[in-house]
């Protein structure tokens, strides 16, 4: 069902958009990697290679040390 980023929110107390800038959202969803719309998914073409979209999408989140 992918990540719905209501639920995210209710549960990080941060928007998707933090972690999963829609610039980066574009581009995968452009190489057929992410399935458009509200929740962040991955295709069929995505998911044998999620933990690269993920690498991609929290590239630049920046962490508490």
Do not use: H, Y
Request: without cysteine.
């Amino acid at each position: 069902d992918g990540i719905d980023p209501d639920r995210f929110a209710a549960r990080t107390g941060l928007p998707l958009s933090a972690v999963a800038p829609q610039e980066v959202r574009q581009r995968l969803e452009a190489l057929g990697l992410l399935s458009p719309g509200r929740a962040l998914k991955a295709t069929a073409a995505g998911r044998p290679v999620t933990n690269r979209l993920l690498l991609e999408l929290l590239s630049g989140v920046e962490t508490a040390a």
